[in-house]
């Protein structure tokens, strides 16, 4: 099965414009961009048949190609990551892949496993049109998300999913609901990882639906495929005693700092 890992990076964030380039200092004293960090993260994947920087910005551009990783320059009008990995994908030099995976340009401490798990899913699975990784909240993540909203920051996504693994619904709130009072042990709260394996039609039917007013509300391209009746499966994964978190604000630059440094440990 052919996999490709597309990496859709732009520089006009609104909440944190130039993300991609931001510099991240490591436990050794030097500093690496969140492009070169995603980008190593990507190719720390076993499997994968290559892996490219999907962007229409040249100075992304420009950075990646210097440290050696590949690009695909895509159009200009893409409003969100998968329909960047769709253009993409009608611009791939050789043979079309049978899997495509989003792969996040701010969660550079993205495990590999989390891809290969997910990969493997979708391999077990033909009828699977996408999924996407899921991890459960210990009570350190999930205070992080509670002090985010409480200080009004938009943090990282959460999710709540059906008994059989299907996504109901992804919220930039910390759903579900729990009163202070009664959290239970352990947290019922799911992170979203925003790392997606697709089939390459399943893009396409993207594509086509064209935008959702809950995506356009919550800020979240996922939710266009639940709009569409498209299934999105949810695959459970484990942190394995490591620290997840995205770059969602200039907020989360310490934390990802600090969680390089405790990998060291």
């Given at each position: 099965?052919?996999?490709?890992?597309?990496?859709?990076?732009?520089?006009?964030?609104?909440?944190?414009?130039?993300?991609?380039?931001?510099?991240?200092?490591?436990?050794d004293?030097?500093?690496?961009?969140?492009?070169?960090?995603?980008?190593?993260?990507?190719?720390?994947?076993?499997?994968?048949?290559?892996?490219?920087?999907?962007?229409?910005?040249?100075?992304?551009?420009?950075?990646?190609?210097?440290?050696?990783?590949?690009?695909?320059?895509?159009?200009?009008?893409?409003?969100?990551?998968?329909?960047?990995?769709?253009?993409?994908?009608a611009?791939?030099?050789?043979?079309?892949?049978?899997?495509?995976?989003?792969?996040?340009g701010?969660?550079?401490?993205?495990?590999?496993?989390?891809?290969?798990?997910?990969?493997?899913?979708?391999?077990?699975?033909?009828?699977?049109?996408?999924?996407?990784?899921?991890?459960?909240?210990?009570?350190?993540?999930?205070?992080?998300?509670?002090?985010?909203?409480r200080?009004?920051?938009?943090?990282?996504?959460?999710?709540?999913?059906?008994?059989?693994?299907r996504?109901?619904?992804?919220?930039?709130?910390?759903?579900p609901?729990?009163?202070?009072?009664?959290?239970?042990?352990?947290?019922?709260?799911?992170?979203?990882?925003?790392?997606y394996?697709?089939?390459?039609?399943?893009?396409?039917?993207?594509?086509?639906?064209?935008?959702?007013?809950?995506?356009?509300?919550?800020?979240?391209?996922?939710?266009?495929?639940?709009?569409?009746?498209?299934?999105?499966?949810?695959?459970?994964?484990?942190?394995?005693?490591?620290?997840?978190?995205?770059?969602?604000n200039?907020h989360?630059?310490g934390?990802?700092?600090?969680?390089l440094?405790?990998?060291?440990?």
């Open positions: 099965m052919r996999t490709v890992i597309l990496i859709p990076a732009r520089y006009a964030s609104s909440r944190y414009p130039g993300k991609p380039l931001a510099m991240l200092r490591q436990p004293g030097r500093a690496k961009s969140l492009i070169r960090m995603s980008w190593e993260a990507a190719r720390a994947v076993k499997g994968i048949d290559a892996v490219y920087v999907a962007t229409d910005d040249t100075r992304i551009a420009e950075a990646t190609e210097a440290f050696g990783g590949e690009v695909i320059m895509t159009d200009p009008a893409c409003e969100n990551g998968t329909v960047r990995c769709a253009d993409a994908l611009r791939l030099p050789g043979p079309a892949p049978d899997l495509v995976v989003n792969f996040q701010d969660a550079p401490l993205t495990p590999p496993w989390f891809v290969e798990e997910l990969v493997a899913a979708m391999a077990a699975e033909p009828g699977l049109a996408m999924a996407t990784p899921i991890l459960r909240c210990d009570r350190t993540a999930y205070s992080a998300f509670i002090e985010d909203r200080n009004g920051r938009v943090g990282g996504t959460t999710v709540v999913a059906d008994a059989a693994g996504a109901l619904y992804f919220s930039k709130e910390v759903i609901f729990i009163d202070p009072g009664k959290l239970p042990d352990p947290v019922p709260v799911f992170h979203h990882v925003g790392v394996a697709y089939r390459p039609e399943a893009l396409r039917a993207y594509v086509a639906a064209g935008p959702c007013q809950l995506e356009e509300l919550e800020g979240l391209e996922q939710l266009r495929f639940l709009h569409a009746g498209i299934p999105v499966r949810c695959v459970e994964v484990s942190a394995r005693g490591r620290v997840f978190w995205e770059l969602n200039p989360d630059v934390r990802i700092e600090a969680a440094r405790a990998q060291q440990t």
